[in-house]
C-alpha cells in the first residue's frame, strides 16, 4: 500500500509533558489496526521508519512515540556511534519505570482514538522497544504484542535504579505474545532467554517463541548486524501473527 508517513502527534502524558508520535499508515480510506511501536534507545531513527512503514504498508496504523521526549527536544534522533550509544544507555535507566508505563497509556489512547484506527491494537518493539511492548501489552486494551530481543526483561535492570517488575507482573498478561531472539545475541543470553520462557510456562501465557541465529539488532538495516533473510522472515512472522490476533 502506498503509506502517509509524513504525520506527527503531540500526546500529553500526565506527569511527562509532551510525547511526540510519528504516524504511518495507507494512504487510503478506511480504519486499521493500531501498532504502537518502540524503537530503539535511538529513537526515531530511519531504520526504525523504514521499519513502521513495512508494518504499515501491510494494512495498520503504526504510531511511534519518541521515548525519551522528557529529556530530548521533540524530533531528536541519536546517532549509531558511540556518543548516541552512551547517551541512550544512560537515559534507559534515568527514566523511571512509572514514566514508560505513562507513555504506553498515553500512546495507546492516541492511537485507538485516531480516525483511522478501528480500536484493536498491539505492539511491537525492538531492543528497548521490545520491553516497552512487553510492558505496554500489560494493558488489557492490547491483544497482540511482538518483542524483537527485548532487553533486560531476564535481568529487571529496566529504568531508574534498574529495578523493574517486568517478570513478576507477567501472570498479568492477556495479549499474546510473539518472542523472537537472535541466539548470538550477548544482551540476552541463553541462561536470560530461558528465565523468561520458563516464567511464560509458569504463568500460562499464550506465547510464540522463535529464535534465530543472528546477531543483536539484525532487524536494523543499518550497520554489520543486519541480516536481510531474517527480516524478512521475522517479518513473515509478525504480520501473520497480527493477522490472525489484529485482523
Not at 504499515?56 to 534522533?77: L, M, R
Request: with cysteine.
Amino acid at each position: 500500500m502506498i503509506l502517509r508517513s509524513d504525520e506527527i502527534l503531540d500526546v500529553d502524558v500526565p506527569g511527562g509533558g509532551a510525547m511526540r508520535m510519528h504516524l504511518f499508515r495507507p494512504a487510503i480510506e478506511g480504519r486499521f489496526p493500531g501498532v504502537l511501536l518502540f524503537s530503539e534507545i535511538y529513537q526515531v531513527t530511519a531504520p526504525i521508519r523504514r521499519l513502521a512503514a513495512m508494518i504499515a504498508g501491510n494494512g495498520y496504523i503504526v504510531a511511534v512515540p519518541e521515548v525519551y521526549h522528557e529529556y530530548e527536544p521533540a524530533g531528536t534522533v541519536l546517532a549509531y556511534d558511540p556518543a548516541g550509544t552512551d547517551r541512550g544507555n544512560a537515559l534507559k535507566v534515568t527514566k523511571p519505570v512509572a514514566a514508560y508505563d505513562a507513555d504506553a497509556a498515553a500512546g495507546l489512547t492516541a492511537l485507538a482514538e485516531h480516525p483511522a484506527c478501528n480500536g484493536r491494537l498491539g505492539t511491537f518493539g525492538v531492543c528497548l522497544g521490545g520491553h516497552l511492548a512487553y510492558r505496554a501489552a500489560l494493558d488489557p486494551r492490547v491483544a497482540a504484542a511482538a518483542c524483537f530481543y527485548p532487553t533486560d526483561i531476564h535481568s529487571s535492570t529496566l529504568g531508574e535504579g534498574r529495578c523493574d517488575d517486568s517478570m513478576a507482573r507477567m501472570a498479568e498478561l492477556n495479549a499474546e505474545m510473539l518472542f523472537v531472539w537472535g541466539r548470538q545475541d550477548p544482551h540476552i543470553p541463553f541462561a536470560g532467554r530461558e528465565a523468561i520462557r520458563a516464567r511464560l510456562e509458569e504463568t500460562g501465557v499464550s506465547y510464540a517463541w522463535h529464535e534465530m541465529n543472528a546477531q543483536h539488532a539484525f532487524l536494523r538495516d543499518e550497520g554489520p548486524r543486519y541480516d536481510p533473510a531474517l527480516f524478512l522472515e521475522a517479518m513473515a512472522l509478525t504480520l501473520g501473527f497480527y493477522r490472525r490476533v489484529l485482523g
